[in-house]
């Protein structure tokens, strides 16, 4: 099991960037695929982007394509959600999650395929 602490939320302008961060525990984080998944008030869970073990693919909801980057740092144990031109459709808890495999099984939006989940992060944006 690996636990996982989201940072970096906040509000922010429409136009504007953020960055989330999600800091893992644990030996085993480096063989993970991770997802960065988002709610919405009133709207189903959304996955917006996934990474693959060591980065070699990436996946991204349409909604945020060309906007969002998602990395990793195996290193320090983080993956990154990098938001930009955010827009206030964008406002939603953020949360990360961690497949316990190190490529995804199932589409990269199945929320069956992840573990371990983060705490959610508010993001905000204004318009």
């Known amino acids: 099991q690996v636990q996982l602490v989201v940072s970096g939320g906040g509000l922010v302008q429409a136009g504007g960037s953020l960055r989330l961060s999600c800091a893992a525990s644990g030996r085993t984080f480096s063989s993970y695929a991770m997802g960065w998944s988002r709610q919405a008030p009133g709207k189903d869970p959304e996955f917006v982007a996934a990474?693959?073990?060591?980065?070699?693919?990436?996946y991204y909801a349409d909604s945020v394509k060309r906007r969002f980057t998602i990395s990793r740092d195996n290193a320090k144990n983080t993956v990154y959600l990098q938001m930009n031109s955010l827009k206030s459709e964008d406002t939603a808890i953020y949360y990360c999650?961690?497949?316990?495999?190190?490529?995804?099984?199932?589409?990269?939006?199945?929320?069956?395929?992840?573990?371990?989940w983060g705490q959610g992060t508010q993001v905000t944006v204004s318009s």
């Open positions: 990474i693959t073990w060591n980065g070699d693919s990436t």
């Open positions: 999650a961690a497949s316990r495999r190190r490529y995804f099984s199932l589409h990269y939006y199945d929320a069956r395929q992840y573990d371990d």
